[in-house]
DNA sequence: CCGTCAAATTGCGCAATCGCAAAGAGCGTT
DNA sequence: AACGCTCTTTGCGATTGCGCAATTTGACGG
């Protein structure tokens, strides 16, 4: 994995090719082309719990993550926020240009204090034209959202809620863990609500769970914090 | 809405210009290139409950549906179905090329006779350089299949069963609806159990809310046929 | 060091929905 | 016309998971 702290602690001025070059949807270009890439995007610093963008905002830029994770969410009529799908570093988002449309239609909302580039939309399709690797690298984006969403949307139909909320847990993990000698770590703040909005259940239904998951020594959590001791014990 | 059957009836060798330049992937082309493309198709007939391709197939073909609706399916280890989403006649589907797959990560299964063109998913980055309607249609496809899947994920994160299946009933609804003097008929053979895998529910559960709806007029079902009288009354 | 606030835990009752089983109905086939 | 098949209905009991409320815990700011 790339580090793309450095970028971020650097500054806008000083971001290097190097940094960039790492991420999927640029790579292999030139210095140059990495250089006119550079000077064309927007750096965003995003506090925990706001947003990138909102639902329904006209979508006039796309992102790729750098450091942080980001939540994509949507909320309902009756203010129930839903987990979509997650972000890890590295991976875009806000690829409304990708669906053809000119309004986000979920809202990105940073789960810890995170870094990202923008580009305006309007640069989509030529990115695409110039550059090889962007591309694939959208579509691979889109491919492994869309299989992300799928794999909910059968979890949802047909486990109980305690195996979604493990499924929830597990992928967590693979994103943002960090291994630690107790276990693995999820690498950022996580209350019992932000796990029922991506389980689909009630934040009692989660906190019931994981105190009989760690009397029964599978994780540890202290407030905020999720440490998973054994994995294999959550997959089915 | 094209009349897609006249393709289907009068077989691959007269194919006529004019019914394909309809279909949205392939709009404003010249007759030569609509001609090309022709040439370049294969034509599929396939039977209620048989499919297209299969969940795990090497992506070969991509597809567009003529006549017929296609249930795109996910089968669980446990040996149930999920309906992931839907495809009405006109649109694209098996599109592993636009996630960067090889392979189909789902499969679809047509719900009525049905009759789609295919090309080689080897054409695919031809076509989306040398006809401009395909990029963009393909992105459309993709985007609206997101929102369906969206609204899936949250409709089945926060509404009830019942909401669900009055969700799954209108979708049918746009989708296949058709007129008639006592209501709007989903125009293919539906039961019990093929609702209840697009809500996420249980065929008997379905039955229920089915059977408490009769009574109350807001619809008219025999076997495997459902006709909605008071649509709004499904609506929230 | 204390006050305040957000987060987490837990018990209890209830409503929704599943699972099973049995019976009934419609349709095509022989 | 009878048979078999699939689809549908319905009742009932078992569970799951939600909703509410009270309490506890931990973090942060002053």
Redesign the pocket.
């Known amino acids: 994995m790339n580090r793309p702290e450095t970028i971020a602690v650097i500054g806008e001025g000083e971001l290097k090719q190097a940094d960039l070059s790492e991420l999927l949807p640029f790579a292999d270009l030139s210095e140059q082309q990495t250089r006119d890439i550079l000077n064309l995007a927007t750096v965003h610093r995003v506090a925990p719990n706001r947003t990138y963008f909102d639902e329904g905002d006209s979508a006039e830029n796309f992102f790729v993550l750098l450091d942080g994770f980001t939540r994509v969410v949507r909320t309902t009529r009756e203010g129930d926020q839903v987990v979509v799908l997650h972000v890890a570093p590295g991976q875009m988002f806000g690829i409304a240009k990708a669906f053809a449309s000119d309004k986000y239609t979920m809202t990105a909302r940073a789960a810890s204090q995170g870094v990202a580039l923008s580009w305006p939309s309007a640069l989509w399709d030529r990115f695409i034209q110039e550059y090889p690797g962007f591309q694939t690298a959208t579509r691979q984006a889109v491919g492994s959202r869309v299989v992300e969403m799928q794999d909910k949307i059968v979890s949802m139909a047909t486990?109980?809620?305690?195996?979604?909320i493990a499924e929830a847990i597990l992928r967590l993990m693979d994103q943002a863990g960090k291994e630690t000698d107790a276990g693995v770590e999820i690498d950022f703040?996580?209350?019992?609500?932000?796990?029922?909005e991506m389980a689909?259940?009630?934040?009692?239904?989660?906190?019931?769970c994981?105190?009989?998951w760690?009397?029964s020594g599978i994780l540890r959590?202290?407030?905020?914090?999720v440490v998973v001791c054994q994995p294999e014990a959550l997959a089915v």
Chains 1, 2 share one sequence.
Do not use: A, F, N, Y
């Not at 703040?189 to 029922?196: A, C, E, M, V």
């Not at 689909?200 to 019931?208: A, D, E, N, P």
């Not at 959590?221 to 914090?225: D, F, I, L, Q, V």
């Open positions: 486990k109980q809620v305690e195996q979604r703040p996580l209350t019992r609500q932000d796990i029922s689909g259940t009630t934040l009692h239904s989660v906190s019931r994981m105190s009989k760690q009397k959590t202290e407030r905020r914090r």
